[in-house]
């Protein structure tokens, strides 16, 4: 057995990139051991900002002989086929080929019996194709070469230990110039380099057991989350020193751990000057353009107190380190200071006027214009979020878009919201129209808290319908992978926001309410030639938009285990609008069809259908009208009447009580009756008013169960 340590050492690597390269380095070489039949026991992938490694163990030493066939001409096929046929093959004559009957006929099989590779020539194919294949977001060409990396790789480090102890060299060459065939600038070999500064020397490295240990005497750590460790234990210590803590950030952990090899974490201090600034200001300061770690108190407060995370070990001890970094925070705080008090001058209604100096998107208008339709939509969702009330809400989304105005949102983007919140409470607003302002953007993400306050609700639910009414119907809709106005996010924020509150929002008229908004602007739009006048058979844009929605809902709660196809029947009902009563509808639905009843019914329903389609289809005619009782001539027939009918009238007052559990059980009640009505009656008697109007009862089987949901798009 073999293991293969494999190293890239290039320029720096973004840090947003390495996670994702580690593991599409480990995912594809993997691969494509596995297709050559070479795979390995274990594998491992790390990254530090200047290389991508993978360790694979328990490689075999050769690949197996295998056995290649290619399919060829019928036998008795002309001359000029078969001829053909040998000579891709290599073959001489008819006689060295094999003939095989497919059950189509026979034919000719060329089969080559392939000696298996060593490895180190089957791992020189496999990395070579790697590198040429990579998947980098981005990528760039360097010194002439027509090969793509990441970023100038300088190393290829590329050997194989044998269980013996023998060490050999992946005889890999790449940014081989394969129109001059000039010598490669790359050939794998067996050593590495330490850190940049402290120890950039030469290292050879025996095997892939020594690697990390190899490097960590040179000042690498190579394992990302061992540097991760590094940073939250001394970053925790340095913090504890003062009586606080690190405040937790996943994200910037994960960015300032791709940006070092060898972190060293020291402490800095804050200003006192600086703490009256809103937390946000100091945070987003730190972490958006410094990338430092903000520390709190044990209450959750902000602390005049930073947390660096540094590259290298200075003879001082990190005084100069700190206080360049103090430096540096202290111009850019003094900046956000100076923004601050400029902003306070004015109040947030005087920026209003301000928002149509920006464009929201060239179709759509100005922001002042989505804030004026955000206002009309808001007059509209109050009616259905209990508490909210009309005149606070309408004054929240009139100021909610203001503060993009402000100088400080200009310097901090991030803010947005938030320091229209801290204005709006500097103007005297009523605290919760200055909360509905920071929350209208929320949630920006499927880890983000939903608003659950009635003014931050209605504010939230304005913006993002109104966002998607307004690129739906100027036909920007997502297509594929391809979502540049994020509609998505938004359609599942609005899912989020309706289902975490239990609100009875119908969706119907609402995103009538926001259409009815952009009708004008899209006339004058299509006159003007901008926009293309629809098409005969284009979808109107409030289907288009509640199809969307049910797309988004069936994502959200298939990720809660809801069969999709169960979301697509209750949606497909006609009066079916209301998400939480959906979800709770397609919840129901899934238990009952996970019981035997349930099962069996579904099965005897399809059955039904099909009887009752092709009998309309031959006949011509609908059988779709009421059951003639008279004329139910067995006992199965008039039992299955019976429980139809009462079925039908329970589970219709179940329904409208929204107990679906409840409805459920009502259509249970059906399984007996309508088994014994298959095994005991024909339908397609010679009596022909008998047999219409079996075909009735059957319909009616398909009646009383889609008024549940629509079982016909019940998939399995």
Not at 25 to 37: D, N, S
Not at 173 to 198: C, I, K, Q
């Given at each position: 057995m073999s293991d293969l340590l494999l190293e890239l050492f290039s320029e720096e690597i973004p840090a947003r990139m390495q996670e994702r390269a580690a593991e599409d380095?480990?995912?594809?070489?993997?691969?494509?051991?596995?297709?050559?039949?070479l795979s390995g026991t274990a594998a491992r992938s790390y990254v530090t900002p200047r290389r991508l490694a993978l360790v694979v163990e328990g490689l075999p030493e050769h690949q197996?002989?295998?056995?290649?066939?290619?399919?060829?001409?019928?036998?008795?096929?002309?001359?000029?086929?078969?001829?053909?046929?040998?000579?891709?093959?290599?073959?001489?004559?008819?006689?060295?080929?094999?003939?095989r009957d497919t059950g189509k006929g026979s034919f000719h099989f060329a089969v080559n019996r392939v000696a298996g590779q060593a490895i180190e020539t089957a791992l020189a194919q496999i990395l070579t194709e790697v590198l040429d294949t990579f998947p980098w977001p981005k990528s760039m060409r360097w010194a002439g070469h027509s090969v793509r990396w990441v970023r100038p790789l300088h190393n290829i480090l590329a050997i194989l230990t044998r269980d013996d102890g023998?060490?050999?060299?992946?005889?890999?060459?790449?940014?081989?110039?394969?129109?001059?065939?000039?010598?490669?600038?790359?050939?794998?070999?067996?050593?590495?380099?330490?850190?940049?500064?402290?120890?950039?020397?030469?290292?050879?490295?025996?095997?892939?057991?020594?690697?990390?240990?190899?490097?960590r005497d040179a000042r690498v750590i190579v394992d990302p989350a061992e540097r991760k460790r590094t940073i939250?234990?001394?970053?925790?210590?340095?913090?504890?020193?003062?009586?606080?803590?690190?405040k937790e950030d996943a994200g910037l952990l994960d960015e300032v751990a791709g940006l070092v090899e060898w972190p060293v974490v020291r402490m800095g201090r804050i200003e006192p000057r600086f703490m009256a600034l809103p937390p946000e200001v100091l945070t987003t300061s730190m972490r958006t353009h410094q990338k430092y770690f903000a520390c709190e108190t044990s209450d959750g407060k902000v602390a005049p107190f930073f947390i660096v995370v540094g590259n290298t070990i200075t003879r001082d001890g990190g005084v100069q380190m700190i206080a360049g970094n103090e430096r540096v925070l202290r111009a850019r705080l003094s900046d956000a200071q100076f923004f601050w008090?400029?902003?306070?001058?004015?109040?947030?209604?005087?920026?209003?006027?301000?928002?149509?100096?920006?464009?929201?998107?060239?179709?759509?208008?100005?922001?002042?214009d989505k804030m004026e339709r955000m206002a009309k939509l808001a007059d509209v969702l109050v009616q259905f979020v209990p508490g909210a009330e009309p005149f606070a809400a309408r004054r929240a989304v009139l100021l909610a878009k203001a503060d993009l105005s402000s100088a400080l949102v200009g310097e901090f983007p991030e803010l947005q919201?938030?320091?229209?919140?801290?204005?709006?409470?500097?103007?005297?607003?009523?605290p919760e129209v200055a909360e509905a302002i920071a929350r209208h953007y929320a949630p920006a993400g499927i880890s983000d808290a939903t608003p659950s306050a009635p003014l931050d609700i209605v504010a939230a639910l304005a913006d993002k319908l109104d966002t998607l009414a307004g690129f739906f119907a100027i036909r920007e809709k997502p297509t594929g992978s391809k979502d540049p106005f994020a509609l998505r996010?938004?359609?599942?924020?609005?899912?989020?926001?309706?289902?975490?509150?239990?609100?009875?929002?119908?969706?119907?008229?609402?995103?009538?309410?926001?259409?009815?908004?952009?009708?004008?602007?899209?006339?004058?739009?299509?006159?003007?030639?901008?926009?293309?006048?629809?098409?005969?058979?284009?979808?109107?844009?409030?289907?288009?938009?509640?199809?969307?929605?049910?797309?988004?809902?069936?994502?959200?709660?298939?990720?809660?285990?809801?069969?999709?196809?169960?979301v697509t029947a209750v949606f497909a009902?006609?009066?079916?609008?209301?998400?939480?009563?959906?979800?709770?509808?397609?919840?129901?639905?899934?238990?009952?069809?996970?019981?035997?009843?349930?099962?069996?019914?579904?099965?005897?329903?399809?059955?039904?259908?099909?009887?009752?389609?092709?009998?309309?289809?031959?006949?011509?005619?609908?059988?779709?009208?009421?059951?003639?009782?008279?004329?139910?001539?067995?006992?199965?027939?008039?039992?299955?009447?019976?429980?139809?009918?009462?079925?039908?009238?329970?589970?219709?007052?179940?329904?409208?009580?929204?107990?679906?559990?409840?409805?459920?059980?009502?259509?249970?009640?059906?399984?007996?009756?309508?088994?014994?009505?298959?095994?005991?009656?024909?339908?397609?008697?010679?009596?022909?008013?008998?047999?219409?109007?079996?075909?009735?009862l059957l319909a009616q089987i398909w009646t009383t169960l889609n008024r549940v949901a629509d079982f016909s798009k019940i998939e399995g």
């Open positions: 380095l480990r995912r594809l070489v993997e691969t494509k051991l596995a297709a050559l039949q197996p002989d295998r056995e290649v066939e290619v399919k060829g001409p019928r036998v008795g096929a002309p001359e000029q086929a078969i001829a053909g046929f040998l000579r891709s093959a290599g073959f001489a004559s008819i006689e060295q080929t094999e003939i023998e060490r050999t060299i992946v005889p890999l060459a790449w940014a081989l110039d394969r129109d001059t065939e000039t010598p490669s600038v790359l050939e794998a070999n067996g050593h590495t380099y330490g850190h940049r500064f402290m120890a950039p020397e030469r290292i050879e490295i025996p095997d892939h057991h020594e690697y990390q240990s190899s490097l939250l234990t001394e970053g925790a210590k340095l913090a504890a020193s003062e009586g606080l803590r690190v008090d400029l902003d306070r001058r004015s109040n947030l209604e005087s920026r209003v006027g301000k928002l149509d100096e920006r464009v929201f998107h060239a179709k759509l208008g100005s922001v002042y919201g938030i320091m229209g919140r801290y204005l709006a409470l500097h103007d005297g607003e009523r996010r938004a359609a599942l924020g609005v899912i989020r926001i309706i289902l975490d509150n239990g609100l009875r929002l119908p969706l119907v008229p609402v995103i009538q309410a926001a259409l009815k908004e952009m009708a004008v602007l899209v006339m004058n739009l299509v006159a003007s030639g901008q926009l293309p006048a629809p098409a005969p058979d284009e979808a109107l844009a409030d289907a288009a938009l509640l199809d969307f929605f049910a797309d988004r809902l069936k994502v959200f709660l298939r990720e809660q285990g809801v069969r999709h196809d169960l009902l006609d009066d079916e609008d209301d998400l939480f009563r959906l979800r709770a509808r397609a919840l129901a639905l899934q238990g009952f069809l996970g019981t035997d009843d349930g099962a069996n019914l579904l099965v005897a329903y399809r059955r039904a259908s099909k009887i009752v389609a092709i009998e309309e289809k031959k006949d011509g005619a609908a059988y779709r009208d009421a059951v003639d009782r008279d004329q139910l001539a067995q006992p199965e027939e008039r039992a299955l009447a019976a429980a139809l009918a009462e079925t039908g009238e329970a589970s219709d007052a179940l329904l409208k009580a929204e107990d679906f559990t409840g409805a459920m059980a009502q259509l249970a009640k059906l399984r007996r009756p309508v088994d014994d009505f298959f095994e005991q009656v024909t339908v397609n008697v010679d009596n022909p008013d008998l047999r219409a109007n079996r075909l009735r």
